[in-house]
């Protein structure tokens, strides 16, 4: 299963205290050409704020990824 992630990247911010969404454990295909990795994408009004492994951010919802694709589209 894909989980297609359509918002847009607003910028990498260190030090977000609260999201509206926090998509966990989900393999990570950004587009780059790199290789796909495991991470959680920290999303605040319909924009991805941080992307990281484990993210400890206060959140409204939590999506688990576990075993999906989570990619821009």
């Known amino acids: ?3 297609y992630c359509t918002v847009q990247i607003l910028k ?10 926090l998509i966990q454990n989900g393999t990570i295909v950004d587009g780059s050409g790199g290789p796909a990795y495991i991470s959680d ?10 992307i990281g ?4 951010i206060d959140n409204q919802k939590v999506l688990d ?3 999906k694709i989570v990619c821009p589209g």
């Open 53 to 56: 492994p484990s993210l400890k």
């Open 12 to 21: 990498l911010i260190p030090g977000i205290k609260m999201v509206d969404l």
């Open 1 to 3: 299963m894909i989980l």
């Open 41 to 50: 994408v920290a999303v605040k009004n319909g924009k991805i704020v941080t």
């Open 65 to 67: 990824a576990s075993g």
